[in-house]
């Protein structure tokens, strides 16, 4: 196994091509985050031109960096990447990230032999490649990272994702959810280390207990499938793969080069390996939040409760278009509930529509106690409607704080796991409380959905992938 | 055909169930919203206590009103309601609204006798019912409304809604892109004024050319089959069906005591009838948005054009999983484009990946319109990524708003017809833009949709549908 530990631990980075000149757009784009997550080792800029740049000296050449150096990003124009190459060989540089693009995705002969050529120098020296047209790393332990924006804390979840945008907005996406990485590479077109590298890296990474991957096409199919059926029988792998429709593939093609397969295929091996296969970058970020925040779930039995008649109907029809039950209560625990459940404008058969939170909130705490007490119920999904459709009869934000800090304090108090899908509201002004109890839910530990569909596809995958594991 | 006009457009109102006392909760719920619209007709608060609110004498009882009352908003406890109904036909009122829950959806004896009685009441006298168990209605000519957050614009959507929250979700939902309502009603129950009686009147009136219904039962099936079929023919009819699976079916009765009937009856009416069947409130908006703002499109050729490789991969999946083509571009229109447009980091083949908007954004115009002028493009999707992602070099704000700006110009220079998918981003302080971005797209007249699935099948249901309107 290749050791990438230095990819994501670099003891010192340069980066090329960065400008001296405050006008050039972007020149900052690597060093910043870098500085932003206060890198403890040497950062070397390296530019002909020299100057200086946030307090650092920019250097003429990577020949001229006084100490070791580990990895090096070279932000320069695909033409240029030959000659870094060599030279970083000469100075034993353990691995390059090539961010420019220009090669093989371009589809036209001059890329593709550029990067050819890239592999082929790659191969013959000691330095390895990461893409190009990537990224490259993001690791909160090592300090290292490729936008200042991505959350500084570590998580176990390991993502591989062949687009940067991709890894981008999915980081950011799901960050407000609880979502923390141990390490993620954006690796582009793969001409030298590939999705099977780092595949295996992952599989073996102590640090990495979920593996998500983005996938346009793969290189060497079987070693990669060997990878898989390895790392499957690990960690849960959730799968993202871009490029599954016939003019999607060809979109791979211009886009990083890749060969996008057959996706029947891909299909099949989903299924043959218990990789949980996703069709977008919101489900691939559900199924992290579910892998990481729900307690393991012993059947399909939902309770459902919130405010809102309607929206009760309508989550009751999206659970079970998932295969998710929604049972009946019983008559006991009915009766239960309806010693403090006003009869008016309630329902306690399950789903549970009940405004007794505007009353009284512990009648709330007792409800969720009840209902998750119940032996046919193995999962409550708490549902905060959104924050635009409350009465504002004590000030809008006040009454939308008093149910999700009674419907927090409820799911804390289940005596069964807990979902909590927290609708998006609409204007703008609400959005932060929205954010606001989104994150409440995601800190004490809950999975967080901002929708019911969204939630039932996920928890049915969750419990499905528990399921098969638990047969084989 | 029942004349409803009083209930949209009434001359005065009485609100029974007001209280003059302070700290009541939400006891100016239906007042302050006719206030706010400036209901110009006389508003009577009524309570036995009297009193004022808001600089309105409150009346102790029906009888004591003056003049002629229309409609009668009774937010009073269920055993109330029999007696104000005899009071208003007594009074000779066109309308009563019954906020009241505690009727036949609690599915006990005395709820169920309680609204068989106010139905009989109503079948004797003048008085018709709207509910129990409902919100009421909402007309912006009218000046009347449930909610003061509602629009004050009036636009061509009739929306028939059995669940009040239901109805307020959506109107909020799809007001920032653009949508305006003739008429809403939230009718509940339909003890007495149906689903029937609502669609027959939008079926004619002149101020609706879309009906948007989420129903949960129906009563008279086969007058409702009869009704729908003279509106579908009439105009495009857009349906959400509450309780399509089992246990939803139970809630719908824990909700509007309706019967929830078969789901495959539904789907065959529909397909029978050209309905659009949607299976959630986000899905009945996007068709919305898509009948009002889309241009007549010719076939199913799309061109997705935007920032991001990874990105526009998985455009083209979204695309093609529901049956739209996102065809190659021909070789001249691509040579076109790479005049101005940079060989590395972009793509030309369609999806159309270009960073030119950062350099140049006229050179984006110059995209739209070259591709949108061949002929084997129907339709062009702009993608407006997340505003998170986007790179921060020139302040992010003025980055993204630089990037809508040369889309929205791009858009209204195209050729053909144009939808926008502006994706939402994480951050609250972002939010604002991107509901910005949404809003300038819309007041442009564009369909705007939050990502790029939900465009792409609500762009698939408005083609077939026209197919269909074509072929029959």
């Known amino acids: ?212 991957l983005y996938i346009e096409g793969v290189k060497d199919g079987q070693r990669f499938i060997n990878l898989l059926t390895e790392a499957s029988k690990r960690k849960p792998v959730v799968l993202l793969k871009g490029g599954c429709s016939m003019a999607g593939a060809m979109a791979v093609s211009s886009h990083t080069g890749a060969l996008a397969g057959n996706n029947a295929i891909w299909d099949a091996l989903c299924k043959q390996l218990g990789i949980i296969r996703v069709h977008s970058l919101e489900e691939l970020g559900d199924m992290l939040v579910t892998f990481l925040f729900m307690s393991p779930v012993r059947g399909r039995n939902m309770a459902i409760v919130g405010i809102g008649g309607g929206a009760s109907v309508l989550a009751t029809d999206d659970c079970e278009s998932v295969g998710l039950a929604v049972p009946p209560l019983p008559l006991e625990i009915r009766e239960e509930l309806l010693k403090f459940t006003p009869k008016a404008g309630s329902s306690v058969r399950n789903p549970i529509d009940t405004q007794v939170i505007l009353s009284e909130p512990n009648w709330f705490l007792d409800t969720v106690r009840i209902i998750s007490s119940w032996k046919g119920i193995d999962l409550v999904i708490v549902l905060v409607g959104p924050i635009d459709v409350f009465p504002s009869y004590i000030g809008k934000q006040s009454m939308y704080g008093l149910m999700v800090k009674a419907m927090l304090e409820a799911s804390i108090a289940s005596a069964k796991p807990v979902a909590a899908v927290v609708q998006p509201g609409i204007h703008p002004e609400m959005y932060n409380d929205m954010f606001g109890a989104q994150q409440e839910f995601a800190s004490a530990g809950f999975p967080v959905y901002p929708t019911m569909i969204r939630a039932a596809k996920a928890i049915d995958k969750f419990i499905s992938y528990h399921q098969r594991k638990k047969l084989s």
């Open 1 to 212: 196994m290749q050791d990438l530990e230095n990819l994501f631990r670099p003891r010192a980075i340069a980066i090329v091509g960065i400008s001296s000149n405050p006008t050039t757009p972007r020149r900052d784009r690597f060093l910043t985050p870098l500085l932003d997550f206060g890198f403890e080792g040497q950062i070397y800029p390296i530019n002909p031109k020299g100057g200086e740049i946030s307090g650092l000296r920019i250097l003429p050449s990577i020949k001229d960096i006084p100490g070791a150096v580990d990895y090096v990003i070279a932000s320069i124009p695909a033409p240029f990447c030959p000659q870094l190459m060599r030279d970083c060989i000469a100075k034993g540089v353990k691995f390059v990230c090539s961010y420019a693009s220009g090669f093989s995705e371009t589809g036209e002969e001059e890329g593709i032999a550029l990067e050819a050529e890239l592999a082929q120098i790659a191969k013959s020296g000691g330095s390895r490649i990461i893409g190009p047209n990537c990224l490259g790393t993001y690791c909160p332990e090592g300090h290292i990272s490729y936008r200042s924006e991505f959350p500084k804390e570590s998580g176990p979840v390991g993502y591989l994702c062949q687009s940067g945008g991709n890894s981008i907005q999915l980081v950011q996406m799901v960050a407000p959810r609880g979502v923390r990485f141990s390490k993620v590479v954006s690796y582009g077109n793969a001409c030298d280390l590939s999705e099977c590298d780092f595949l295996q890296y992952l599989t073996h990474d102590p640090d990495t207990e979920i593996i998500a």
